[in-house]
């Protein structure tokens, strides 16, 4: 009797531990990024997915320049876009070259030599840094305080708030400052508790700077003040013109001056708000009623979807994964949440000139729904819609049915010149797969997403080119794959393509089906009759065009797109693992790794997972790559240009639910997560992916 009832309460106790939720709040306030010394790679950022304003260690933007070669101190918005004047009346069609492919000529938007219009078209729309707000803080000198007079740090991104309280002295004297983002507004609210605010010694500072029109652009461009024009229309009102573009900042009510050309001092009485806006705003919200509406918005974030909790491993790895996926979710939500796919580099700085690439939509997105918050992808997967027509009429201008995604694009749909990006193919099933994920949790989105499926798939069909000589559909010749090293000439049948391609339209035909429509013939003949996977000695090519796939160096570098064939897709008949298996080996033996991009390491992740191998898993994850390096602000570091880099955390974030909530058909728990004893797992909300 004794040994039953020590039994039971044994199984009782392993019942309720495994019933035990996860303390949410313990968990990510383990995690709030401290710092005690300024470090340019390590600003901290606050936003609500349309709107991002990243500060330094003063709790503002108080040195941007000192900045801007770190993480720059931004301010942008999903609607702050401008164009410099067309006055060479440049047009779209003037990057058009024809290219002769399967018996007719085909034109692209490509970078042609000597073409003003290339250029235009690259640099135009950009988007826009809408302006510095920072301090000016005077020492005893009257001199403005530089970077080194700031001392004695203490500043913490509070995430489970959503509030950045900064602490620090100048000569001595205390300061403290609480900054905050509306969730819903683009607002800023801050708190400053100094001796220096009644002394007159610390003012804020609004600089509004001038795009670059460059690639990057970090906001600390105060050159050319004859170009734009700022003002003070009326007390609490700032307008700011740039050409044809026009914006506000509407600011609570302080006294206020206009020392230089688009700078202007705001004495502050403890608090102030701002307000970014294409309109003038009605009235603004308080700082209270910001930072409460703030801790609303994060406690209710953290609180729903996902969480994973490693607390209890034993190895050293698991701390700093556990960091990762906690400062990845908070960075996600507030740079790429928009009502439109974000850039690479978020709503921080520009990089290819603030312009969303669509091939990067499934590394920003498709996390969201794999974690419980379906509704934040949804958000911009609506915006598909409003650039239909423009993506139809590519399709239509090269031949094609149905709609041709764009690649490099702008928030109304142009096509950006690019003699890479005019020939991807891969972002095109992307639309299907996201519609996929939102319809496996909202079934009701059917009827939503039905037609804008059906016209992707449309494309794909009649893109696949029937070669009758081998009796079977080719993709090629005319596409450069996702792994960017191939000519597009040259270039047919990538592996990964081919596979997404399957895997496209047949979740296509279901849709079709499960609208009570019989399944599309023309669809059915080129899934019956579509190009085997490419392979040769026992693993998968990167194209059937590149037998050299794995001898040639160049070959050997970039992403290593063919392990998407198993990864980011499922199993299929069409799919041989053991073959992917040995792919996977000459991989991870003989890639190039220092020539890769942060996606690779969660991408080859999840191949690693879906072949049972959870410890080559975490290995991938922790390949020491520069590429793969991880900032303690969360930032996926990639080199000089590109100081932070969202695909890479978006990846981090789908690899650990594949990890840790399988996928379809999956037999094994927690298939990503070694079984050697010395990694604990507690998850809860996570999805399984396809």
């Not at 770190?70 to 999903?78: D, E, K, M, N, V």
Request: with cysteine; proline share 7%.
């Amino acid at each position: 009797m004794k040994n039953y009832l020590t039994f039971l309460l044994t199984c009782t106790y392993f019942m309720v531990c495994a019933q035990t939720p996860i303390n949410r709040q313990a968990l990510v306030a383990r995690h709030n990024v401290i710092l005690h010394k300024a470090d340019t790679l390590a600003a901290l950022s606050l936003g609500n997915g349309n709107f991002a304003f990243t500060v330094d260690v003063t709790g503002l933007q108080t040195f941007p320049e000192t900045y801007s070669n770190g993480i720059p101190l931004g301010t942008q918005s999903g609607w702050g876009w401008h164009s410099f004047p067309n006055i060479a009346g440049a047009k779209i069609e003037d990057t058009y070259q024809s290219y002769h492919l399967h018996g007719r000529d085909i034109t692209y938007a490509v970078q042609k030599k000597n073409t003003p219009a290339v250029d235009y078209f690259r640099q135009n729309v950009h988007r826009l840094q809408l302006g510095n707000v920072g301090l000016l803080i005077l020492k005893k000198n009257g001199q403005p305080a530089t970077f080194t007079d700031i001392r004695q740090v203490n500043q913490v991104l509070d995430l489970w708030n959503g509030e950045i309280r900064s602490a620090f002295t100048v000569e001595g004297v205390p300061v403290q400052v609480r900054t905050v983002v509306h969730p819903r507004k683009d607002v800023i609210a801050v708190k400053v508790i100094s001796p220096l605010v009644k002394q007159g010694r610390l003012k804020i500072r609004i600089r509004l700077p001038y795009p670059t029109g460059g690639f990057a652009d970090a906001g600390t461009n105060y050159q050319h003040p004859d170009r734009h024009l700022s003002s003070v229309i009326k007390p609490g009102l700032i307008i700011h013109q740039l050409d044809t573009t026009r914006y506000y900042l509407n600011y609570s009510p302080a006294s206020i001056a206009n020392p230089h050309p688009h700078e202007f001092l705001l004495t502050p009485d403890r608090e102030i708000t701002i307000q970014f806006s294409p309109h003038e705003a009605p009235a603004l919200p308080s700082f209270t009623q910001t930072e409460n509406d703030s801790r609303q918005y994060w406690q209710a974030f953290w609180k729903r979807g996902g969480a994973v909790d490693f607390s209890g491993s034993t190895d050293p790895r698991a701390f700093e994964l556990e960091r990762r996926v906690i400062l990845s979710q908070y960075l996600m939500a507030i740079q790429c949440a928009g009502t439109m796919p974000p850039q690479e580099t978020g709503l921080t700085y520009n990089s290819w000139y603030g312009k969303p690439h669509l091939e990067m939509y499934w590394w920003h997105e498709v996390h969201f729904p794999l974690w419980g918050r379906a509704d934040l992808m949804e958000k911009s997967l609506q915006w598909y819609a409003t650039v239909a027509d423009k993506a139809r009429a590519i399709a239509q201008r090269q031949g094609y049915k149905g709609i041709r995604w764009q690649k490099m694009t702008d928030p109304a749909g142009n096509e950006s010149p690019s003699s890479v990006g005019a020939f991807l193919i891969w972002q095109q099933p992307h639309f299907i797969y996201m519609a996929e994920l939102l319809y496996r949790q909202h079934p009701e989105v059917l009827a939503r997403y039905q037609s804008l499926v059906a016209a992707t798939a449309d494309f794909m069909a009649s893109y696949a080119w029937y070669d009758s000589a081998t009796h079977r559909y080719i993709l090629g010749k005319g596409l450069i794959p996702a792994q960017e090293r191939f000519k597009p000439e040259e270039t047919y049948n990538p592996t990964y393509e081919l596979a997404y391609w399957r895997w496209g339209l047949q979740t296509a035909q279901r849709w079709r089906e499960r609208a009570g429509l019989p399944r599309h013939p023309g669809w059915d003949k080129v899934l019956q009759d579509l190009s085997s996977l490419p392979r040769q000695e026992g693993v998968y090519l990167a194209a059937e065009s590149a037998p050299d796939s794995y001898t040639r160096p160049s070959y050997m570098t970039d992403h290593p797109a063919v392990l998407g064939t198993l990864g980011m897709l499922p199993a299929s008949p069409a799919l041989d693992t053991a073959v992917m298996r040995h792919t996977l080996d000459k991989i991870w033996t003989s890639w190039d790794w220092k020539d890769t991009w942060g996606w690779d390491f969660p991408l080859t992740c999840m191949t690693a997972v879906r072949l049972g191998q959870p410890e080559r898993a975490i290995d991938a994850l922790f390949m020491q790559i520069k590429t793969n390096t991880w900032l303690r602000n969360g930032h996926n570091y990639q080199d000089d240009r590109l100081r932070l880099y969202l695909p890479g955390n978006g990846g981090l974030l789908t690899a650990v639910a594949l990890m840790c909530a399988g996928y379809d058909g999956c037999t094994v728990k927690e298939p990503g997560i070694p079984k050697n004893g010395r990694w604990k797992v507690k998850w809860e909300g996570l999805q399984p992916m396809p």
